[in-house]
């Protein structure tokens, strides 16, 4: 047994769908207009064939008067209306159809656009198989609605309220017997409604979860095998693929019910009944015409109502995917700041960089503190000031905070308690396309595109190849890149798989480098590659020292033993910092036993 749907919840979804509707047909309501103009121009066409038969009838054919050209006339506008309003329809759907596939490839843009300038916290509870969902298969809901709302059910029910109209200016006793039956019809297509919505509803969130489901268990192969979990992830994928099964196969229950049978049940009942009506009357010759008007209307009451409730299933799709589009379009982006700026400017922002005094600092920090929630609070009170040129380490066990200042210098997250200062200027208030200009950054797991070393390195930016070797040689990454069999052109395969661990490092340092900031973040760089490459990523940084200040979160206590300072962190605040020879100067200290710890596993 289906539960009864939210009215609350459903509503708010149409006023979505509509909504998003609105915004995608915006730049093209022109086009539009021409469409619903000959849209109602072919109902009216239709309403008016009918007319011109009963006039043939009752004038000429049942009063035997010949009058050939009238008959032709009036015969021609019976054919001739209908060809017209078919061709008129053609048209309006081709070109609707066209506008609606325009709208997708916008809204798409639009929506890959806004997912990109979405902050890291949105990233942190978001499963990536259904936002990919919501980015292919949700956006292509757009089509339908056009197609649907505007062509079959638009133009349903101006043909309805029309033939309505005619049959009352025809004859409206037996105008009445139609209306009488009209709450049945409708409320079968309500039954449906309520019948329906909770599964199709349902079955859209699961294709969702299958799609996430199937990109986490790719995504995670190795783990998933090496744990020897197949079994148990396939039944977890099959439970699902069952669930969906079950909502599907209740829609098509309610489609097989209440849809064409129920209301072709109801077209013969109306037909009966008036002609039966007809029948009681006293007849005249010049009221058969009327009974053929009549019949041919039945048919064009019914039958808009039929497809109406046979796009009802289309059409709650639809709504629920458009308000997912616009639900994720309304996800506050990272940074208002950067959001209103010109993202046509940003190639060239980065490259007005004000000029710094040398006793500014690259990092000021002020009584920072953090909390991902409220009642945990991750860093407590941090004061921190990084020189210009200089080499900082953070370090610390894990948990202590590392990566969430890191974050939050690298403004994933707001800064809500405190300061954070970038070259003498409040984070929050530098554009975006300088920010990222003045900031690098190489991760722990480095990002590789499934592309050629260049691309890699490039990342869009356009640099010419003689910055992009400049890159690769300060990063120590010329010498294999100049080895593969294509050099800078050679493709590395999904996610850099034709290369090693240390080899994918030194291409993200050197995509960092590309942009010539003047901040380098390290993420624990050197935590997952070899000692020999750990010793070539050490020369890069230090003859990258004076001219790029660096500040490396580090695993390795050897990456930042040479540092100019290291700062230890423990449970979000500062417990010691100095340089490596001061800290293991501090008996006990928790930098001395991190560091002997590493020693003696070595």
Known sequence: MLSKPDETSASKQAV??????????????????????????????????????????????????????????????????????????????????????????????????????????????????????????????????YVQVLFVMLDSSIVLVGTMIAMAWLDWRLMLIVLALLPAVLGIVWLYQRWSAPAVTRARQLRSEINGQMA??????????????EARFAARFGKTNAEHYTQR??????????????????????????????????????EVGVLYAFISYIARVIEPLIQITMQFSQLQQSVVATARVSALLDEPVADEHAAAADPGADAGAATLRPEVPPDVPAVAIRHLSFAYNEDQTVLHDLSLDIPQGGFFGIVGHTGSGKSTLLSLMLRYYPVKHGDIAILGEALAGIPNARFRGEVGLVPQDPFLLAAS??????????????????????????????????????????????????????????????????????????????????????????????????????????????????????????????AHDELMRIEGGLYQRLYLLQQLAA
């Open 216 to 229: 986490e268990s790719i995504g995670g192969m190795p783990v998933l095998q090496a744990n020897n979990a």
């Open 16 to 145: 979505q769908a509509l909504g998003l509707l609105h915004r995608a047909a915006l730049p093209d309501r022109h086009h539009l207009g021409w469409a619903l103009l000959w849209l109602v121009a072919a109902a009216f066409l239709e309403v008016l064939g009918p007319i011109a038969g009963k006039a043939l009838i009752d004038e000429h054919l049942l009063p035997r008067v010949l009058d050939w050209p009238r008959m032709a006339m009036l015969l021609a506008a019976v054919v001739l209306t209908g060809w017209v309003a078919s061709g008129l329809r053609y048209l309006q759907l081709v070109r609707l159809s066209g506008l609606a596939m325009r709208s997708v490839q916008r809204l798409r843009e639009q929506v890959y656009g806004h997912v990109l300038r979405l902050p890291m916290a949105f990233f942190d509870r978001a499963i990536i198989g259904q936002l990919v969902s919501r980015v292919t298969n949700d956006t292509e809901a757009v089509k339908t609605l």
């Open 453 to 578: 070393a260049r691309d890699n390195i490039d990342m869009g930016r356009g640099l010419s190849d003689a910055d992009i070797e400049a890159a690769a040689r300060a990063a120590h990454a010329h010498g294999f890149i100049a080895a593969l069999e294509h050099g800078y052109a050679t493709g590395l395969g999904e996610g850099g798989s034709r290369l090693s661990s240390g080899q994918k490092q030194l291409i993200a340092i050197a995509r960092a480098l590309a942009g010539k900031p003047r901040i380098l973040l390290l993420d624990e760089a050197t935590s997952r590659i070899d000692s020999q490459t750990e010793q070539i990523v050490q020369t890069a940084l230090d003859e990258l020292r004076g001219r790029v200040t660096i500040i490396a979160i580090a695993h390795r206590l050897s990456t930042i033993r040479d540092a100019d300072r290291i700062v230890v962190l423990n449970h979000g605040r500062i417990a010691e910092a100095g």
């Open 249 to 286: 196969l209740a829609e098509i229950r309610a489609n097989a019910w209440l849809l064409r049978p129920a209301l072709d049940m109801l077209n013969v009942i109306l037909l009966g009944a008036v002609i039966f009506a007809f029948g009681q009357r006293e007849m005249s010759a010049a």
